[in-house]
């Protein structure tokens, strides 16, 4: 079904803000960059500008937001069984993380480019901090919604969090090995809980 023409014309002025705020990036650096400048290139007002994104720090996450709520959608809409414990949650959240990871990673450059800004600023580094709690949350409210207890959705989103965290820095954030990393930090922590069941 096509949007309605206000709606398509919204999302076109919020694409043409992330692009010029991608390119400005590239051109200057973070810090040389204003609100004002990104407003300009994308050829939108300010208001504008502040009707998509809170500040120029939440640009640099836009895509990766829009790409978390697509994947977290479609798996809350999935018929996955409720998950018997822990062991099981966690399989479960292996499939979204690794979905999540394999789309970040399709286009390679920019997702270097993309956590090349976020190592050189503090603030980039403290909003993707909130933003991986907030994944992490998001994971958590899958499992809920497939019937988990809230403490086994929430033991398990935190260690897929973690799983998808060793993985980025076992490699220093390489993008072309994140998914394969990512598959084997999680069967290591499933092996660590069949041990345990011995």
């Given at each position: 079904?096509?949007?309605?023409?206000?709606?398509?014309?919204?999302?076109?002025?919020?694409?043409?803000?992330?692009?010029?705020?991608?390119?400005?990036?590239?051109?200057?650096?973070?810090?040389?960059?204003?609100?004002?400048?990104?407003?300009?290139?994308?050829?939108?007002?300010?208001?504008?500008?502040?009707?998509?994104?809170?500040?120029?720090?939440?640009?640099?996450?836009?895509?990766?937001?829009?790409?978390?709520?697509?994947?977290?959608?479609?798996?809350?809409?999935?018929?996955?069984?409720?998950?018997?414990?822990?062991?099981?949650?966690?399989?479960?959240?292996?499939?979204?993380?690794?979905?999540?990871c394999a789309q970040v990673?399709?286009?390679?450059?920019?997702?270097?480019?993309?956590?090349?800004?976020?190592?050189?600023?503090?603030?980039?580094?403290?909003?993707?901090?909130?933003?991986?709690?907030?994944?992490?949350?998001?994971?958590?409210?899958?499992?809920?919604?497939?019937?988990?207890?809230?403490?086994?959705?929430?033991?398990?989103?935190?260690?897929?969090?973690?799983?998808?965290?060793?993985?980025k820095a076992r490699r220093?954030?390489?993008?072309?090995?994140?998914?394969?990393?990512?598959?084997?930090?999680?069967?290591?922590?499933?092996?660590?809980?069949?041990?345990?069941?011995?």
């Amino acid at each position: 079904m096509r949007l309605p023409l206000v709606e398509r014309k919204r999302l076109q002025a919020r694409e043409r803000v992330v692009r010029a705020a991608e390119e400005l990036f590239a051109e200057r650096g973070f810090d040389a960059v204003s609100v004002a400048d990104i407003a300009d290139r994308a050829e939108v007002g300010r208001t504008t500008f502040f009707r998509h994104f809170g500040d120029k720090q939440e640009v640099v996450f836009a895509r990766q937001h829009e790409l978390v709520a697509t994947i977290a959608s479609a798996h809350e809409q999935s018929a996955a069984s409720v998950p018997s414990g822990p062991a099981e949650a966690i399989a479960q959240l292996r499939d979204v993380v690794l979905a999540l990871c394999a789309q970040v990673t399709k286009d390679p450059d920019s997702y270097t480019r993309h956590y090349a800004f976020i190592a050189q600023n503090a603030e980039l580094r403290a909003r993707d901090a909130v933003k991986m709690q907030d994944l992490a949350n998001l994971l958590s409210k899958i499992l809920t919604r497939r019937g988990a207890d809230e403490r086994t959705a929430l033991f398990a989103s935190q260690v897929a969090l973690a799983c998808y965290q060793i993985a980025k820095a076992r490699r220093g954030n390489e993008p072309r090995s994140l998914v394969a990393e990512t598959r084997e930090a999680f069967q290591e922590v499933l092996a660590l809980g069949s041990h345990h069941g011995d």
